[in-house]
């Protein structure tokens, strides 16, 4: 199982503060993509991001794949309560078997105080 | 386009009882992916079906299994059920076994007395 660490766990901040949040491994993905996931929902994908050093803006988002492919992070500007959740990094990446396979990070649960 | 939708939403049951789970995919969607999402695991992949062929299996026991129908629809069962067994399953769908981007359902909520 190729491990995936999100940091920080919890994060809570008022509205109109900046944020970064970190997805790293020791394993090279293909590709990388963050999910936001609401309380009693399943997790909406966000972004894929493919190329090593690649920046993606997605409105007030912005997702980067590190240079390696290792790693990524999350920076949202001007955080709005609408942007409360458990946000999940998912690294696509091969199985002992050979197989591809999904792998889902530890998550980052995100509170943003009006 | 509708989305993925799992049925029942919520379910109770006792130890030692089994339960099924039904996962309808979004139209043209042939893959389809079951997850464990815990407070303490976190999200874990369960196993992963395209055109009725199981592809992929997590570290899971024998006593949970699935099935896919000829309508990409899926079903997942386990048996003997556990208090550990106690989470919210997911169902992913995707357009083809090489596609990991992922579009997920609501969930069933498990609760295992």
């Known amino acids: 199982t190729q491990l995936l660490e999100q940091s920080p766990q919890f994060l809570s901040i008022q509205e109109g503060e900046n944020l970064t949040v970190y997805c790293n491994s020791s394993?090279?993905?293909?590709?990388l993509q963050w999910y936001r996931q609401e309380p009693g929902e399943g997790p909406v994908l966000l972004v894929t991001v493919v190329t090593g050093g690649e920046v993606k803006k997605l409105k007030r988002l912005t997702f980067q794949f590190g240079d390696a492919r290792k790693d990524s992070s999350l920076h949202i500007t001007a955080a709005q309560p609408g942007d409360t959740g458990l946000y999940l990094c998912?690294?696509?990446?091969?199985?002992?078997?050979?197989?591809?396979?999904?792998?889902f990070g530890t998550g980052t649960r995100l509170t943003v105080i009006p | 386009k509708a989305g993925v939708t799992q049925t029942p939403r919520y379910l109770i049951k006792t130890r030692g009882q089994q339960v099924t789970l039904s996962c309808s995919p979004i139209s043209g969607h042939r893959s389809v992916s079951w997850y464990q999402q815990t407070p303490g695991q976190g999200l874990q992949f369960l196993f992963e079906?395209?055109?009725?062929?199981?592809?992929n299996k997590g570290n899971f026991p024998g006593r949970f299994s699935g099935r896919q129908f000829s309508n990409s629809r899926s079903e997942m069962n386990v048996s003997t059920l556990e208090l550990g067994d106690s989470a919210l399953y997911l169902c992913?769908?995707?357009?083809?076994?090489?596609?990991?981007?992922?579009?997920f359902g609501p969930g069933t909520r498990l609760t295992v007395t």
């Open positions: 998912a690294g696509e990446g091969r199985e002992q078997t050979g197989a591809n396979n999904l792998f």
């Open positions: 394993s090279v993905f293909s590709s």
């Open positions: 992913a769908s995707s357009l083809t076994a090489r596609n990991y981007e992922q579009y």
């Open positions: 079906y395209f055109s009725e062929t199981q592809r």
